[in-house]
């Protein structure tokens, strides 16, 4: 610090059960055990994402054998603008506090993760809430004068420890407090495997901020740029399709074909590779040079393959008896080799996740019954289970209804699923053919294809709505093209926006299309023992 007279002040930033008050105590504890003078404030929030847990510590520059009895006075609460380091465990959170004006870019140092713990809000939107990364990394780069930004979450996991540590570790390497490594050690302690584990979560962060210093000082001394990021790696192609299809759409389609192979077998990746190059056949028509990059191409790559792979209980069975699984679920709860760990799996299937394994007579008779049921005021048929995949009957049973994928082509959502991505297929192909922009717009349509259920249902109802309604009418009418991609991509947008429809609907209407059909609806009466209805005799 150039002025040794003022305390260093940080704010600690966490959410909640995240161990922000052990990370306040250890950094007092540390200052003590270096003879430093320190004093920490605590605002704790609510638990998890509806608040953050923030603490406030400064502490002295000069030690205490250095003051001549005088005791330093600390304030309570940090000022805007006079912060000395933003510590946070969460990106989202790092914003929020320098948008409260907290930090500012000629006196604040940043440490802060990278890793993101989603918002009620961000997964509430139909289509990707995400706030974006980028933004606020570069809110933080425009905000601090120099900043530590490190994956804590991804180091907590490789450690088996609590992020505090992490955050313990970030602190002593980045040199901000004048305390040495092993005052922050000794505060950790050495006995038991709690410590073992914080002591090298402690270290991977130490290691990591150092290297990061050390990478500033070079680059500023050599004027060098930085490094740029390595390119993202992807699962191989086969070779007949590297050959086939361009370079561009390689990337996505590698992972779409690996998807689906996995998902089924190599014949439905072969029906994967067969649809798309329907579409980049229909994409050369209209665009023979590649001017757009063949990102047609490359959307339905990705929206294919997802929607080729839907979820059902067949997969369900297969991702939760998977030895990856059960080894991330010893992980997370810190299990040793000689400790017995019991996981009780819950699954509630019901009558459609029955019926789409079975043939389609038999489909229809199953969900016939269960409807009658609905109309008699009953509760649609379910069947809860618990299964404990520890046990050997538990994994058996799932690994046996997993086997039944071999079925699956036979069942009576399959061919349905089958059916509506042809359609969906088919008008992309034409569309494209005559317009490559009213053709890419309905591609990206497969964006509301997601989830499950009910959720899963209204996301195919929708897209073909939009298809019939908004774009397929420029088959015949090639000069309302321009006109009917905006109308395509203000419907889709409306679609993501607003789970309940009615923008959706708005947004047909304004573009002259019928909104969504309403749907039937059963009203269930039920019967209250408590209410008693009291007869009056007439005057």
């Given amino acids: 610090m150039s002025n040794n007279t003022q305390p260093i002040s940080l704010l600690l930033c966490a959410l909640g059960g995240e161990g922000g008050g052990i990370l306040t105590d250890w950094l007092v504890e540390a200052a003590r055990h270096a003879g430093y003078a320190a004093q920490a404030t605590s605002i704790p929030g609510v638990a998890q994402r509806t608040g953050a847990t923030t603490y406030y510590m400064e502490v002295f520059p000069v030690p205490m054998a250095e003051l001549g009895g005088r005791k330093p006075v600390f304030g309570l609460n940090p000022l805007p603008g006079r912060l000395d380091a933003l510590v946070s465990s969460e990106l989202l959170e790092t914003g929020r506090q320098i948008t409260n004006g907290l930090a500012s870019d000629s006196h604040t140092l940043v440490i802060t993760s990278s890793a993101r713990a989603l918002t009620t809000g961000e997964k509430m939107v139909m289509g990707d809430g995400r706030r974006d990364a980028a933004e606020l990394i570069d809110l933080v780069n425009t905000h601090s004068r120099a900043r530590h930004v490190l994956d804590m979450a991804a180091l907590t ?30 505060v950790i302690g050495t006995g038991g495997a ?49 050959r086939e299809f361009p370079p561009a759409v390689h990337p996505l389609m590698s992972l779409g074909h690996a998807r689906v192979c ?52 067949v997969l369900v069975a297969d991702l939760k008896s998977r030895a990856s699984r059960q080894a991330r679920v010893r992980s997370e709860t810190k299990a040793g080799n000689d400790d017995l760990l019991r996981v009780y799996d819950h699954f509630k299937p019901g009558a459609p996740e029955f019926a789409a394994m079975l043939p389609e ?39 046996g209804l997993a086997a039944t994928k071999r079925l699956r082509p036979m069942g009576s959502r399959f061919q349905a699923e089958q059916v509506l991505i042809d359609r969906w297929l088919a008008a992309v192909v034409q569309l494209t053919s005559i317009h ?22 209204r996301g195919k109802d929708n897209l073909l709505h939009i298809i019939d309604h908004l774009a397929l009418p420029a088959l015949s ?40 059909p309403v749907k039937a609806q059963p009203i269930r009466w039920q019967h209250n023992p408590r209410l008693k209805v009291k007869a009056v005799a007439p005057h």
């Fill in 262 to 313: 996995e998902y089924q077998n190599a014949a439905y990746g072969t029906h994967y590779a067969a649809r798309l190059r329907r579409v980049l056949e229909a994409e050369k028509r209209t665009d023979p040079e590649g001017s757009h990059g063949w990102s047609t191409t490359v959307e339905m790559a990705r929206w294919v393959a997802l929607w080729m792979a839907f979820d059902d209980i």
């Fill in 477 to 516: 009418d090639p000069a309302s093209s321009v006109q009917r991609c905006r109308a395509v991509a203000a419907a889709r947008t409306a679609a993501l926006s607003d789970e309940a429809g009615k923008a959706l609907d708005l947004a047909l209407q304004q573009h002259g299309a019928p909104a969504r």
């Fill in 194 to 242: 709690s410590a073992q584990a914080s002591l090298r979560g402690f270290s991977l962060a130490f290691d990591a901020v150092q290297a990061q210093r050390a990478q500033a000082a070079y680059v500023e001394q050599v004027l060098a740029p930085e490094p740029a990021p390595a390119e993202p790696t992807t699962l191989p192609l086969p070779a007949a399709l590297e």
């Fill in 157 to 186: 996991k490789q450690a088996g420890t609590v992020v505090s540590a992490v955050m313990l570790g970030a602190i002593a390497g980045s040199g901000l407090l004048p305390f040495a490594r092993q005052d922050f050690e000794a």
């Fill in 436 to 457: 490559w922009q009213l053709g890419h717009e309905v591609a990206l349509c497969g964006r509301l294809i997601k989830g499950y259920g009910s959720t899963n249902e």
């Fill in 361 to 399: 007579g038999l489909a229809r008779r199953v969900l016939a019954w269960d409807r009658k049921r609905v109309a008699t005021g009953k509760a649609p048929w379910a069947l809860p289970l618990k299964i404990g995949t520890h046990s050997v009957l538990g994994m058996l049973a799932l690994r």
